[in-house]
């Protein structure tokens, strides 16, 4: 069965620190991977990364694709409060009857203090 | 506003009963997803349509849910004889062509008692 796991579960730093969040996956006939941050309502879209694309940076987060060890993290420099949210990783993969779907990893919850 | 919208934003009702929500999605989207996302969890997919074709359904959706999208715009998620297990926030999402980006609308609610 299709599966992304994420790590850690949660996170708690002080502003100013610099943070990484782990998602693996096993899917067949990956397809692309995705990040989101979710705060109160509905997830929001940050990264999309594929075989021609495993690296994308915006501002204070980057991502990294590593398809070798079938993993990606996300990198927050200098978190600040508002970057307090759940962080979803989910992963684009083909259904055996060759539709598409996304599997969603839990999520890992980065509280910022100030 | 252009972004995806869900009606209700909050349903309680008492198990048993029937309801409904509808999602309006992009308007140039032709891909609609409907995900179901509990406390702790990520979303997980329930099913997808393009234009107005139902591509895919989890095991998930069980008989007592159907999903629509009869002219290929908005859609509707129906959940009938509810049950407490039903209890959670439900994502509709739009997105153009094949796997780009999902936008999210800001989900319904569902309180089952």
């Given at each position: 069965e299709d599966k992304v796991v994420q790590s850690p579960l949660s996170l708690v730093v002080h502003e100013g620190d610099t943070v990484t969040l782990n998602c693996s996956y096993e899917v067949t006939n990956f397809r692309s991977l995705l990040w989101y941050k979710q705060e109160k309502k509905a997830p929001t879209f940050l990264f999309m990364l594929t075989s021609s694309g495993i690296e994308k940076k915006s501002g204070r987060l980057s991502s990294i694709l590593d398809k070798k060890e079938l993993s990606s993290i996300l990198n927050i420099t200098a978190?600040?409060?508002?970057?307090s949210a759940i962080y979803l990783c989910a992963v684009a993969a083909i259904t055996q009857g060759g539709s598409e779907k996304l599997v969603f990893g839990k999520g890992t919850k980065l509280t910022v203090n100030p | 506003d252009t972004g995806v919208s869900q009606d209700p934003r909050h349903k309680i009702t008492k198990r048993g009963q029937n309801v409904t929500f509808r999602c309006d999605p992009i308007?140039?989207?032709n891909r609609l997803y409907w995900y179901r996302q509990t406390l702790g969890q990520g979303p997980e997919f329930l099913t997808y349509f393009q234009n107005e074709a139902q591509l895919e359904k989890s095991?998930?959706?069980?008989?007592r849910f159907s999903a629509e999208r009869p002219k290929g715009s908005f859609s509707t998620l129906e959940i009938q004889?509810?049950?407490?297990?039903?209890s959670a926030m439900y994502l509709c999402a739009s997105s153009l062509g094949g796997w780009n980006e999902q936008f999210f609308g800001p989900g319904t609610r569902l309180t089952v008692l």
């Amino acid at each position: 069965e299709d599966k992304v796991v994420q790590s850690p579960l949660s996170l708690v730093v002080h502003e100013g620190d610099t943070v990484t969040l782990n998602c693996s996956y096993e899917v067949t006939n990956f397809r692309s991977l995705l990040w989101y941050k979710q705060e109160k309502k509905a997830p929001t879209f940050l990264f999309m990364l594929t075989s021609s694309g495993i690296e994308k940076k915006s501002g204070r987060l980057s991502s990294i694709l590593d398809k070798k060890e079938l993993s990606s993290i996300l990198n927050i420099t200098a978190t600040q409060t508002g970057d307090s949210a759940i962080y979803l990783c989910a992963v684009a993969a083909i259904t055996q009857g060759g539709s598409e779907k996304l599997v969603f990893g839990k999520g890992t919850k980065l509280t910022v203090n100030p | 506003d252009t972004g995806v919208s869900q009606d209700p934003r909050h349903k309680i009702t008492k198990r048993g009963q029937n309801v409904t929500f509808r999602c309006d999605p992009i308007s140039e989207h032709n891909r609609l997803y409907w995900y179901r996302q509990t406390l702790g969890q990520g979303p997980e997919f329930l099913t997808y349509f393009q234009n107005e074709a139902q591509l895919e359904k989890s095991r998930l959706l069980s008989d007592r849910f159907s999903a629509e999208r009869p002219k290929g715009s908005f859609s509707t998620l129906e959940i009938q004889r509810t049950e407490q297990g039903d209890s959670a926030m439900y994502l509709c999402a739009s997105s153009l062509g094949g796997w780009n980006e999902q936008f999210f609308g800001p989900g319904t609610r569902l309180t089952v008692l």
